[in-house]
């Protein structure tokens, strides 16, 4: 590729380390940033650094947040009664993109996977039973994905969390086996949140 300077070059090469950029893509990308407005470019540039020098977990629900806690841990019109647990922040972002749910996260930080050495130790399954001892929640809704490695999560959080005496339910109907929270459209979504079940 060496018809472009070396600075085209060195900018393709970094965008197309990015998920589902191909060195195509990465090239478009990396002239339209050359043509673009200065301050289109720097706001670019100073985004991503920006990103990286802010975004930090949330101190209670371990979400993404700008500041010590995250918007709906902060938020007074959300339900701390009612805790869903979810593996990951775009889980999140899907559940409160159909607006189903008023009540606040907890963030696992994966599902456990022995296969993978992936241990209760290894996601934030600990922090989630402390909230719960510390807080005692209404009711505990587990969200996470209906793959193999999600249904173990849901069962080893409902077994743990059943001596509490606290609700401990499970969203099920609508969410396809083996989904990814995050691919489930909005109506999905809120008939899933609606008709969730004991455990
Ligand atoms: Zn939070």
Do not use: W
């Amino acid at each position: 590729m060496n018809y472009y300077p070396d600075s085209i070059i060195k900018l393709i090469n970094s965008l197309s380390t990015l998920p589902g950029v191909g060195r195509k893509t990465a090239e478009r990308l990396a002239l339209h940033i050359l043509h673009a407005p200065m301050h289109e470019a720097e706001a670019i540039a100073s985004d991503i650094l920006e990103l990286r020098k802010k975004v930090k977990l949330c101190a209670r629900c371990f979400a993404l947040s700008d500041t010590e806690y995250c918007q709906i841990c902060s938020n007074v019109n959300r339900d701390s009664s009612v805790i869903c647990v979810v593996e990951n922040p775009a889980d999140m972002a899907a559940i409160e993109k159909s607006g189903a749910f008023n009540g606040i996260y907890h963030i696992l930080g994966g599902a456990l996977s022995p296969m993978d050495g992936i241990g209760p130790d290894e996601i934030r399954i600990r922090e989630l039973f402390a909230r719960v001892r510390a807080k005692g929640p209404r009711e505990v809704i587990i969200a996470t994905g209906t793959d193999v490695e999600g249904e173990a999560t849901a069962s080893y959080i409902s077994d743990n969390l059943k001596r509490t005496g606290i609700t401990v339910s499970r969203i099920a109907s609508g969410v396809p086996m083996g989904g990814d929270l995050q691919y489930v459209d909005q109506v999905t979504m809120q008939r899933a949140m609606e008709g969730r079940r004991g455990f």
